[in-house]
């Protein structure tokens, strides 16, 4: 039996907050991780070991992992941990950093097939960097020959695993140091350029690659006959009457946006999610819709980047209230007004909205997500 440990229990120190829930293509990058590990054809069994903070969440997201158990205080120990709650009948045991989301299945199969020929094996990549060894005064260039990145999953015969972590971890920065001091030589495989650890912040965005989509919103309510009905628009109450006719505010120009974010993420429409025959949104605020379409994005991973609005009618004049709409709209979206922008034109007297029957509204989303 192959089993896998993930090793999900470091502090992000360097990356400032937990890289390892940040999210990639919809979700967190352990899970990325054990996603690989798991689906590999290779691989039986994945136990996971992590932070308190991250124990529920991966008990929750990653029924299938062998166990769910909290690590230790550097990363040697919490892959001793991991090792020692494996089940005996392992032949070859692989250690992954779960900071290493973009993980082959080609490194991984090349990985376990060197580990079961020569006892142990891990991915390395030739440097490319000239290195200098410096201190005491003193700086010599290395050979770059012989050097290599290595990276994870690093694997091993179990018995040489354990032998190895028995002996004691002390100073050890990964697994093969250990087999190392206890006179292995692990065998190199060729590893992958994309396999690359998530330690500092700029690794994050220069390595995922980054999804966009645009939205297109359109809504249209007529005039009230209610002579008193109140005018709102992009969340903002103008001094025109009547206002705009509806079940919810009738405020045309927030469900244009709200249909754009979730056109942009193909989540359905307005009408779909909050419908306008419950009595729960009879003459709501719109403004709860934004904040609700952002959420249902959000889900998905989604953050929103921009919204453009084309506001179509005689009455009311839009300019003047235009920073007002552009705050409340970011407001409820949880983006900056600057990336809101308002406009408006009449229709030049043409058709229905030319005879002032009411207010129509285009609005264009632009959202973005990690995608890999
Ligand atoms: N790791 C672990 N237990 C620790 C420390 C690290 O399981 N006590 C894991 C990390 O979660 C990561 C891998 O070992 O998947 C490689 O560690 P590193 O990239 O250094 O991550 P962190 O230790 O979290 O980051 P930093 O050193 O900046 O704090
Ligand atoms: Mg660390």
Request: net charge negative; with cysteine.
């Amino acid at each position: 039996m192959t089993a896998a440990v993930l090793l999900a229990a470091g502090s992000s120190t360097r990356y400032g907050t937990d890289k390892l829930s940040e999210q990639i293509g919809g979700q967190p990058v352990w899970l990325k991780s054990f996603s690989a590990l798991v689906s590999h054809p290779g691989i039986d069994v994945v136990g996971i070991v992590t932070s308190a903070s991250l124990l529920e969440d991966c008990a929750r997201l990653a029924p299938a992992a062998l166990f769910v158990i909290e690590g230790g205080s550097d990363r040697q120990s919490s892959s001793r941990l991991g090792v020692e709650a494996l089940p005996e009948d392992c032949d070859i045991i692989l250690i992954h950093d779960a900071a290493r989301p973009w993980v082959s299945e080609k490194v991984i199969s090349d990985v376990i097939a060197a580990a079961k020929r020569s006892g142990a094996a891990f991915p390395g990549l030739a440097v490319t960097d000239t290195i200098k060894q410096i201190g005491g005064g003193e700086v010599t260039t290395l050979d770059r020959s012989k050097l290599c990145a290595v990276q994870t999953p690093q694997g091993a015969h179990a018995d040489l695993m354990r032998r190895a972590h028995a002996s004691g971890g002390a100073g050890a920065v990964d697994d093969m140091m250990l087999l190392e001091r206890i006179g292995i030589a692990p065998e190199r495989v060729e590893g992958d350029r994309d396999n690359r650890k998530i330690t500092h912040r700029d690794d994050m965005t220069q390595l995922a690659a980054e999804e966009t989509r645009m939205g297109l919103g359109y809504d249209i309510h007529r005039f009230s006959d209610d002579p008193d009905r109140p005018m709102i628009l992009g969340g903002v109450e103008f001094d025109d009457r009547p206002g705009l006719d509806g079940h919810s505010d009738a405020d045309s120009l927030i469900h244009a946006v709200v249909d754009s974010i979730l056109g942009a993420a193909g989540r359905g429409d307005i009408g779909e999610h909050f419908p306008n025959t419950d009595p729960e949104w009879k003459n709501a605020p719109s403004s709860i819709f934004l904040t609700a379409a952002a959420e249902i994005v959000g889900q998905d991973g989604w953050q929103i980047r921009h919204i453009d609005v084309s506001v179509v009618a005689e009455r009311p004049k839009i300019l003047p209230k235009r920073e007002e709409i552009k705050t409340a709209i970011a407001g409820a979206l949880g983006i900056n007004s600057e990336q809101v922008s308002i406009k408006a034109t009449t229709n030049e007297g043409l058709g229905a909205l030319g005879r002032g029957e009411g207010v129509a509204a285009y609005s264009a989303a632009t959202i973005t997500r990690t995608a890999r």
